[in-house]
C-alpha cells in the first residue's frame, strides 16, 4: 500500500474531549504522533498529545498551522463549521470525508440519504417554519419527536410530542432553527454497529452491542447483543452499504432500532461512537486503533471479541464511585476531565458479563 | 483505603523510555496525569505525558521540583543514582522501595537475598580484584560466566568463561568494576513471573511465561508455558515470597531458569517488564496498568489470561516490518523512538497462539 503513513506520522484530531484522548492514546500505541487542535486549554485529549493549537475553529491562521502540521486530518464529533473544514481540506486530507459529515451535520439530509440506500428510517417531516410544523403533524401524528436539524447530540435540541397541539410550543423552542419531525419508533431494542472501512475499501464490522439510554444519553451497553444470527448480519450489511455508498474511510457508528418489521436506523455518527468503548475490553483491536489505521491507510486490525462486556458510562456524579469501582474486577476509563458537570462524561467501565 | 490517590492525581516517572511511555498511557486511562524526568528531549514517554522535566539526575533543583510537583515517584529502570534517589525520598513517596532497588542494583546483594528467602541461585562468587577472580575460577569453575555486580542490562557487563585460563582476560575486561563470576545453569527452560503486590499487601501474579533470548536480549515471550501445575504454583509461591519479604508495592519481573533441581532465580526486576509486555493482549488489566494501580495505592485489577499470546520484540531494524506486521492480525506497539541502532527496542507485537 503506498499511501500507508509510516510510524512517527503528525495524526491531526479536531476536539480535545474524550474521544480524542482515546484516539491519540491508541495512535501512540501504533507509534504516531498526534496534533489536538482545541479551543479550551488543557483538554483531556491534550494532556496526553505531542502537540497541541488552542485555537477557536474560526482562527484561520491556527488552522492553516495545523492543517501543514500533520499528515493526515480527523475529528472527534461532527459538528465542525465547514469554514474550517474548507481552509483545512486544502492542506492534507480528512477522513472521513466531507460527504460523510455533511450528512451527518444534517438530520434531513442524513435520513434522505439513508432512504436512498433502501434503508429504513423513522417517518420524517421537515419544518423550518409554523405552516410546515402544522402539516408535519398532521402526516406524522403522535407521539412524535421534534428535532433540530443541526448540532444536536445527548438528547439536546428535542422536543417529544404527544399531543397534535404541542407542535406549536415545541416549535417555537427550536427558535426557528430548521427542524425534522420524527415518528416514535416502536422498538424492541436499540442496537448499534461500530464499522470500520479502509483506504481500500476493506469492510470490518463489530459484533453489534445493545444499548440502554437514560435522559437521551447512553448508560450502558452491552455485548453480545440479543439479536439472532441473521439479525446481525443484516446489520452489518447495513453498516457496509453505508461506508461503501460514502467511500468513508474511518470508523462510523451506527444506531439502529430493532422493530417487528426490521432494521430502523436511528441515527450515523462519522466518528468512533460511545457505544463502541466496549471495544477496548473486548476486542484485541479497539475502536480508537482501528480508526487510526484507517485514516492511516493502514489494513484493518483484527476486531472479533474475545470476551463478552458490557460498559457503563460514569455521567457527572458518578465518577465519585472510582474508589469503590476501583475495587471491582472492571476496567476503568477515565477522561481526565477536571470539572464534574450533570450530564457530562467523565469515563466509563468496560465489565465482564 | 486512605492512602488511595484519588484520579487526577500526578504520578512522576524517572526514565522516559518504552516502559515510561507505556506505564504513562496506562495512567492516561485510569485518569492520572504523568510527569516524566528524563535527560533526554523527545523521549518516547515524554510525548505523551502532561509534564516533562529534560533534566540529568545530577540536577539537584530539577529533581527538587519534580519531587514537590508529583504525588507519588516511580521509575522505568532500576539504575537510578542514589544520590538522586536521597533527595527525592525527601519530597515524596518512591514506589518500589528503595529496599528493592539497592538489592536490584546489585547482582551480589540480589544473590544473597534470593538465597537467604531460602530459594535458589546460581552458584556465585564475588570478584573484586585479580586474588578474588582466581579463587572465584577455582570454586565455580567452567562454564561460567563474569558479570559487573552493577549496571548490567540485555547481556551488557558480561563474560562468558569456557576454559579457567580465561578468568583474567575477562576481569580485565570489567576494568576494575566489581563483579561476580556465576556457574552456568544446565536449564530446559527460561521462564518469568509478573507479579504485584498493593499497598495493603495484597499480592498478585501472571501466568509465567516462557522466554527465548537471542544475543542476550529477549527474543520471544509466549504464553502458557510449558509449565507443569505444580511448577507454576511454585513460581508464583516463589514470587510472593519475595515481595513479601521486600515489602513491595509494584510490579516486579522475577526471571526463573527451570532445572531438573526445581526452579532457580535469574534476576529479579523492581519495574514492569519486558517478558510482561504480553498482558496487553492477553489480560483485562495489563502490568502497567497494574503498577499504577499499586503505586496509587489502588486495590490490583484482573490480571487473569483470557488470550494465549506470543509476544515478539522489534529489535533495530525489525521495525522496518512494519508495513507488513500490520497486515497481520498481530497487536502492534511501538515505541517512537526517532532513530533505529542495532540492538535498541523499537517495539513489540502481540500474536494469538
Same mark, same amino acid.
Given at each position: 500500500?503506498?499511501?500507508?503513513?509510516?510510524?512517527?506520522?503528525?495524526?491531526?484530531?479536531?476536539?480535545?474531549g474524550?474521544?480524542?484522548?482515546?484516539l491519540?492514546?491508541?495512535?501512540?500505541?501504533?507509534?504516531?504522533?498526534?496534533?489536538?487542535?482545541?479551543?479550551?486549554?488543557?483538554?483531556?485529549?491534550?494532556?496526553?498529545?505531542?502537540?497541541?493549537?488552542?485555537?477557536?475553529?474560526?482562527?484561520?491562521?491556527?488552522?492553516?498551522?495545523?492543517?501543514?502540521?500533520?499528515?493526515?486530518?480527523?475529528?472527534?464529533?461532527?459538528?465542525?463549521?465547514?469554514?474550517?473544514?474548507?481552509?483545512?481540506?486544502?492542506m492534507?486530507?480528512?477522513?472521513?470525508?466531507?460527504?460523510?459529515?455533511?450528512?451527518?451535520?444534517?438530520?434531513?439530509?442524513?435520513?434522505?440519504?439513508?432512504?436512498?440506500?433502501?434503508?429504513?428510517?423513522?417517518?420524517?417531516?421537515?419544518?423550518?417554519?409554523?405552516?410546515?410544523?402544522?402539516s408535519?403533524?398532521?402526516?406524522?401524528?403522535? !407521539? +412524535?419527536? &421534534?428535532? /433540530?436539524?443541526?448540532?444536536?447530540?445527548?438528547?439536546?435540541?428535542q422536543? %417529544? =410530542?404527544?399531543?397534535?397541539? #404541542?407542535?406549536?410550543?415545541?416549535?417555537?423552542?427550536?427558535?426557528?432553527?430548521?427542524?425534522?419531525?420524527?415518528?416514535?419508533?416502536?422498538?424492541?431494542?436499540?442496537?448499534?454497529?461500530?464499522?470500520?472501512?479502509?483506504?481500500?475499501?476493506?469492510?470490518?464490522?463489530?459484533?453489534?452491542?445493545?444499548?440502554?439510554?437514560?435522559?437521551?444519553?447512553?448508560?450502558?451497553?452491552?455485548? !453480545? +447483543?440479543? &439479536?439472532? /444470527?441473521?439479525?446481525?448480519?443484516?446489520?452489518?450489511l447495513?453498516?457496509? %452499504? =453505508?461506508?461503501?455508498?460514502? #467511500?468513508?474511510?474511518?470508523?462510523?457508528?451506527?444506531?439502529?432500532?430493532?422493530?417487528?418489521?426490521?432494521?430502523?436506523?436511528?441515527?450515523?455518527?462519522?466518528r468512533?461512537?460511545?457505544?463502541?468503548?466496549?471495544?477496548?475490553?473486548?476486542?484485541?483491536?479497539?475502536q480508537?486503533?482501528?480508526?487510526?489505521?484507517?485514516?492511516?491507510?493502514?489494513?484493518?486490525?483484527?476486531?472479533?471479541?474475545?470476551?463478552?462486556? /458490557?460498559?457503563?458510562?460514569?455521567?457527572g456524579?458518578?465518577?465519585?464511585?472510582?474508589?469503590?469501582?476501583?475495587?471491582?474486577?472492571?476496567?476503568?476509563?477515565?477522561?481526565?476531565?477536571?470539572?464534574?458537570?450533570?450530564?457530562?462524561?467523565?469515563?466509563?467501565?468496560?465489565?465482564?458479563?
Amino acid at each position: 500500500m503506498d499511501n500507508q503513513l509510516p510510524i512517527g506520522s503528525t495524526i491531526g484530531i479536531l476536539g480535545g474531549g474524550q474521544l480524542g484522548r482515546m484516539l491519540s492514546l491508541a495512535a501512540s500505541r501504533l507509534g504516531m504522533n498526534t496534533h489536538i487542535f482545541e479551543p479550551n486549554i488543557n483538554s483531556p485529549a491534550g494532556r496526553v498529545s505531542q502537540h497541541v493549537t488552542t485555537a477557536s475553529y474560526d482562527d484561520v491562521e491556527a488552522l492553516q498551522a495545523f492543517g501543514q502540521a500533520v499528515d493526515v486530518i480527523t475529528y472527534e464529533f461532527e459538528n465542525i463549521p465547514t469554514s474550517a473544514l474548507d481552509i483545512l481540506e486544502n492542506m492534507s486530507t480528512i477522513y472521513p470525508g466531507r460527504g460523510a459529515l455533511a450528512i451527518s451535520q444534517d438530520r434531513l439530509a442524513e435520513k434522505n440519504f439513508l432512504n436512498s440506500l433502501g434503508l429504513q428510517t423513522a417517518p420524517f417531516a421537515n419544518v423550518e417554519n409554523d405552516k410546515e410544523a402544522v402539516s408535519a403533524i398532521a402526516s406524522i401524528g403522535t !407521539p +412524535s419527536i &421534534l428535532k /433540530t436539524r443541526r448540532m444536536g447530540y445527548d438528547g439536546k435540541g428535542q422536543v %417529544k =410530542i404527544t399531543k397534535p397541539t #404541542q407542535i406549536h410550543t415545541a416549535w417555537n423552542t427550536m427558535q426557528g432553527s430548521a427542524s425534522i419531525l420524527e415518528g416514535f419508533i416502536d422498538f424492541n431494542q436499540e442496537v448499534s454497529v461500530i464499522a470500520a472501512r479502509s483506504v481500500d475499501g476493506e469492510v470490518s464490522c463489530y459484533d453489534p452491542s445493545e444499548n440502554v439510554h437514560h435522559d437521551g444519553i447512553l448508560h450502558t451497553t452491552k455485548v !453480545p +447483543s440479543s &439479536l439472532s /444470527t441473521p439479525q446481525r448480519v443484516d446489520a452489518a450489511l447495513l453498516a457496509g %452499504k =453505508i461506508l461503501n455508498a460514502l #467511500q468513508y474511510v474511518g470508523v462510523m457508528g451506527v444506531e439502529l432500532f430493532v422493530t417487528p418489521n426490521g432494521l430502523v436506523v436511528n441515527e450515523i455518527a462519522p466518528r468512533v461512537h460511545n457505544s463502541g468503548h466496549w471495544t477496548q475490553n473486548g476486542c484485541d483491536i479497539c475502536q480508537f486503533e482501528q480508526h487510526i489505521r484507517a485514516i492511516a491507510g493502514w489494513p484493518l486490525g483484527d476486531g472479533s471479541r474475545h470476551t463478552d462486556i /458490557t460498559m457503563e458510562n460514569l455521567i457527572g456524579e458518578d465518577i465519585n464511585r472510582i474508589p469503590e469501582l476501583c475495587k471491582s474486577s472492571a476496567a476503568l476509563h477515565i477522561y481526565g476531565k477536571e470539572e464534574i458537570k450533570p450530564g457530562r462524561k467523565m469515563g466509563h467501565v468496560n465489565k465482564r458479563n
